[in-house]
Structures are given as structure tokens and as C-alpha cells.
């Protein structure tokens, strides 16, 4: 290795990549394998542990490489269960990543980009702007870090059994780190989750739904938030480079190639905004027949922000309407938001913002 250059972060690297890596150092394909179980299910990072490659080897990797892993700056619980964890990101920058633990499983909501350049109107993602994408040492290291911080289920399962892109960031503008790191979580070298408890959730960048069916079979989640383009136009600026019956069109497309596998539809309650009985029916003509589920997600405020939680009962009757149009319509239960962890609040520390004007050689740019 030349005196003084940087050495190649293992974390997050495909198996590909790690093979190509073996076979320039002279050595047979399977020790890729070897080093990602160690890395993830084992969570050794330091190479002299790594009893079952040769010192030699061993050698040559701590001289060229290392496993580098996210930097903590500080870690709240909140009364309900929920653990936020803030990771630099550098140049005074952070991320938040959120583990809610439920009976049945423990969903991990990791983020792909410092900010975000799509401003939804009701996030705080949003509203702090974008600096930049995460590597995917970046983006699978919040994994690592939980899954190594958290003590095991009771039935001796991992804590993290979901994990859903649903933190800072738009997954889908950083297709080409966030793909190797689903593939890296769905691996059976790896995490080994199965691809049903793998969910990326996306505001609606068409093109890369499209080539998501076609890379990768995991779960879908889309922010959708309005029956109409007028209304969504203004809660999700991204509408007006692909509507409503594009981004429909393309979910379909989606669910189709992989068994009409649902999809779930994120619609965040907001007050006198998109909660009336005749959203509800608007939606409901929208959804009917297809494979689609709606999770109705209540509000969280933000300081800056002048959008209000629609009310229980609200929520309630809109819920019902959906249900008795035949849809599968469930409310998200708010957690961790005594510690600003709960859906949408996620902010993380933004400085050095670049605003991108949302146009489509932008959105060409962001995600190629």
C-alpha cells in the first residue's frame, strides 16, 4: 500500500467487491464469506481476531484495509422502549437512526443521506435541507452498531429482526449505496433477513422503483399523504416531476413482479389538510382492488413547522372509511416522541445545506 493513502473500508463492500478484493491478494473467492461472517454475524472488526485466515492474510488486510464503523455522539431512550442513536457523518455533521422494539419484532429505521432534498412539507428531514449521500459503510453501519449495542431477544433472536429505510433521506436518490447494503442485510453471509423485513420506503422517484423490482425483491413503502395531485403537489414537491397515477402505475408494476406483494401506502394525518371523510373516498378510488395496504401515520411536530395532528377521532372515522371501502387500512402508533425519534421528526445535524432545486435533471443527478 503507497505511503499515506487511505485505507478501503471493508464495511458495506458487496460480496463482489470483497472477492475481487481476495483475488488480487492472491486468494481463493471464499474468504469473502469467511471475513462477512465475521464482520456482521460475529461483529469482530479487528482482523488479528479472525482465527480461521491465515496470519499472513491477516496481515495484509490490516495493511491495506480496515472495518471503520460509525461514530457515535449520543444515544436517548425513551420511556416507550425506543433508542435514537446521532452518528457523525463529519464536518459537524449527523445522522439519527431509531430501534422501536415490539413484541413480535424490533424494526431498526436507518437513514441514507445527511438531510434531504425532496422537502415534504410535514417532515423535519426536510426542513433541515441536504448535504450529502451516506456511503453504504455509512448506511449499514447504524446496522452493525445497533446490532451489537442491543442485548438479544428473549427467544435469544437478535434485537434488530426488521430493518426499514425510513430515516433521513430519500433511499432511492442514493440507489447505488443503499442496493449493496439491502443486499448485504438479505445475505445469508450477512444479517439474513428475509427480504419481507427489508423496507424501503420512497416519496416516489419512479425511474428507481422500476429498477428496484428489477434488482431486488424486498418490501415497498411509499409516501403518498394525498388523494390528489393539487394536494400533493404541495405536501410532496417531488409530484410534479412523476403524478400520482405514474407513481401508481409503477407500484403496480412493482407488486406484479413479485406475486402482488403488497405495497404500503405512508399517509401522515394532517389536521383541515387531507383527513376529511371525502379524502378518505378519494383515496379509497385510488387504492380499491389493489394490492395495497394504508398505514395512516398521525402527525409529529417540529419546531418551524405550522401543520397540526389530525385528532383521535379523526383518525378513527378516516380509518373506518377506508376499511369499509374493503382496504387494509392500520394506524402507526406514535413512539419515541419524547426523545424526537418519532416518524418524521428525524433531524439529525445539517450544516454546509445545499439546496437542490427539485427538477428533473436534479432527480437525474441524485440518483444515477
Not at 389493489?290 to 402527525?299: D, E, G, T
Request: contains cysteine; glycine residues 8%; proline residues 4%.
Amino acid at each position: 500500500m503507497p505511503k499515506g493513502a487511505e485505507k478501503q473500508n471493508l464495511l458495506g463492500l458487496s460480496q463482489d467487491g470483497l472477492e475481487r478484493l481476495f483475488e488480487g491478494l492472491g486468494e481463493k473467492p471464499f474468504r469473502a464469506r469467511q471475513l462477512m461472517q465475521w464482520m456482521y454475524q460475529r461483529g469482530v472488526v479487528d482482523f488479528d481476531e479472525m482465527t480461521d485466515l491465515s496470519k499472513k492474510l491477516r496481515a495484509r488486510l490490516s495493511e491495506s484495509s480496515e472495518i471503520r464503523l460509525p461514530s457515535e455522539l449520543s444515544m436517548h431512550h425513551s420511556s416507550d422502549g425506543t433508542v435514537k442513536w446521532l452518528f457523525s457523518s463529519g464536518f459537524g455533521q449527523a445522522i439519527e437512526t431509531v430501534f422501536i422494539p415490539e413484541a413480535s419484532r424490533g424494526t431498526l429505521c436507518i437513514s441514507s443521506q445527511v438531510g434531504c432534498a425532496l422537502d415534504c412539507a410535514f417532515c423535519a428531514t426536510g426542513a433541515q435541507g441536504f448535504n450529502r449521500n451516506l456511503t453504504a459503510a455509512e448506511i449499514l453501519g447504524q446496522v452493525w452498531y445497533a446490532m451489537q449495542a442491543l442485548p438479544p431477544r428473549a427467544n435469544g433472536e437478535p434485537a434488530v429482526t426488521n430493518v426499514v429505510f425510513m430515516g433521513m433521506g430519500e433511499p432511492l436518490a442514493n440507489y447505488r449505496n443503499v442496493l449493496p447494503v439491502i443486499e448485504l442485510l438479505i445475505s445469508d453471509w450477512s444479517y439474513g433477513l428475509s427480504r419481507r423485513r427489508v423496507t424501503v420506503s420512497t416519496s416516489g422517484i419512479v425511474p428507481h422503483i422500476d429498477k428496484l423490482a428489477d434488482d431486488c425483491n424486498v418490501s415497498l413503502a411509499v409516501s403518498l399523504h394525498a388523494p390528489n395531485d393539487a394536494l400533493r403537489n404541495r405536501l410532496v414537491p417531488i409530484n410534479k416531476l412523476h403524478p400520482i397515477d405514474e407513481l401508481l402505475d409503477a407500484c403496480w408494476r412493482y407488486a406484479k413482479q413479485h406475486s402482488n406483494r403488497f405495497i404500503t401506502f405512508e399517509y401522515v394525518m394532517l389536521r383541515g389538510v387531507n383527513d376529511s371523510i371525502a379524502h378518505a373516498d378519494e383515496l379509497a378510488g385510488l387504492l380499491k382492488g389493489k394490492p395495497a395496504k394504508i398505514n395512516l401515520i398521525p402527525f409529529n411536530p417540529f419546531d418551524g413547522n405550522d401543520f397540526a395532528r389530525s385528532s383521535a377521532e379523526t383518525i378513527r372515522h378516516f380509518q373506518e372509511r377506508l376499511r369499509g371501502h374493503d382496504l387494509v387500512a392500520t394506524t402507526r402508533k406514535t413512539r419515541g416522541d419524547d426523545i424526537d425519534a418519532a416518524c418524521g421528526q428525524l433531524a439529525g445535524k445539517v450544516s454546509d445545506r445545499v439546496r437542490v432545486r427539485l427538477s428533473e435533471k436534479n432527480i437525474r443527478m441524485a440518483t444515477a
